[in-house]
């Protein structure tokens, strides 16, 4: 089956606690996104990245890393949480270009940074 | 950068009704995308449309595109119960590997 798989669901951290939320896709996308929402903001877009070693800041970048060593695999690292950080995190892939065809979405990160 | 504008913010219809979503843009876009969400759920794509397109049909889902006012509309006939969720346009941002940028969404809730 076609899946985006976000892991873990839910996670709830201490301040300055180092975490990775990792995120895989089955389908040979190239392009990898992770997004994060927040009541009232909407969708937005943390890191892209357009394929294997390729990797760009959206538009909320700021306390977030990412790596893409494999095609498949697009983590997102929080090197230092904090409270503001606590959010629901989404990872998406898609075939080609952004916009051009439909992108997939995992089921989502549920973060809490204490 | 918030590209899509959704309107309204939330909609309350009785199951049966028709419902109706808008959403404004700001740049020029290649295409424009719908996604639903279930509460706290991933996205899930329903619709695309290209910037050539005015009109587009999937099942009860009806998409309008007017890039002259750089908005869209979506339509969904015969609303039931289970269509209850957030709707979010999505576009890019008109280059060729441009970001999907979503708006905020419509919460539509539909009454049984």
């Known amino acids: 089956e076609a899946q985006v798989t976000q892991n873990p669901r839910y996670l709830i951290t201490v301040t300055g606690k180092k975490l990775t939320v990792t995120c895989s896709q089955n389908?040979?996308?190239?392009?990898m996104s992770w997004y994060r929402q927040d009541p009232g903001l909407g969708l937005r877009q943390i890191y892209y990245?357009?394929?294997?070693?390729?990797?760009d800041k959206g538009d909320v970048p700021e306390g977030y890393k990412v790596s893409r060593k494999e095609k498949r695999n697009f983590p997102l690292i929080l090197e230092s949480p904090s409270p503001n950080q606590t959010s629901l995190y989404f990872c998406?892939?898609?075939?080609?270009?952004?916009?051009?065809?439909?992108?997939?979405f995992g089921q989502g990160t549920r973060l809490t940074v204490v | 950068s918030q590209q899509g504008e959704e309107d309204p913010q939330a909609l309350s219809i009785q199951e049966g009704e028709n419902a109706t979503m808008n959403c404004s843009y700001k740049?020029?876009?290649?295409?424009l995308q719908w996604y639903r969400q279930n509460s706290g759920r991933g996205l899930v794509h329903l619709i695309l449309?290209?910037?050539?397109?005015r009109e587009k049909h999937s099942g009860r889902l009806r998409v309008t595109l007017d890039t002259s006012k750089k908005s869209s509309s979506l339509l969904i006939t015969a609303s039931r119960a289970a269509d209850t969720a957030s709707y979010f346009c999505?576009?890019?941002?008109?280059?060729?590997?441009?970001?999907?940028?979503f708006g905020k969404g419509t919460k539509l809730s539909v009454k049984p």
């Open positions: 998406a892939s898609s075939l080609r270009g952004w916009g051009t065809v439909e992108a997939f």
């Open positions: 389908m040979n996308h190239e392009y």
């Open positions: 990245s357009m394929n294997v070693e390729v990797t």
């Open positions: 740049t020029s876009i290649n295409n």
């Open positions: 449309i290209r910037s050539n397109e």
């Open positions: 999505a576009t890019d941002e008109g280059g060729s590997q441009g970001n999907l940028i």
